[in-house]
């Protein structure tokens, strides 16, 4: 079962995002896969710091 929800996100994010989808792919879908991506590292001990996509946390 899906539960809707609204987060912010930074504009250049979301161009990151929108730039690495192809024609009919899911924002929402490819953002879920994310984060579930993020949990499996987090819950392996997997995870370091300084793993976000440079474009995107760049100013």
Excluded: Q
Aim: proline share 2%.
């Amino acid at each position: 079962m899906k539960k809707t929800i609204s987060i912010s996100l930074s504009e250049e994010l979301v161009d990151e995002v929108d730039d690495r989808l192809e024609y009919g792919d899911s924002r929402s879908e490819w953002i879920e896969e994310a984060v579930v991506e993020k949990l499996e590292r987090e819950s392996t001990g997997d995870s370091a710091e300084g793993n976000s996509i440079p474009a995107a946390t760049s100013s």
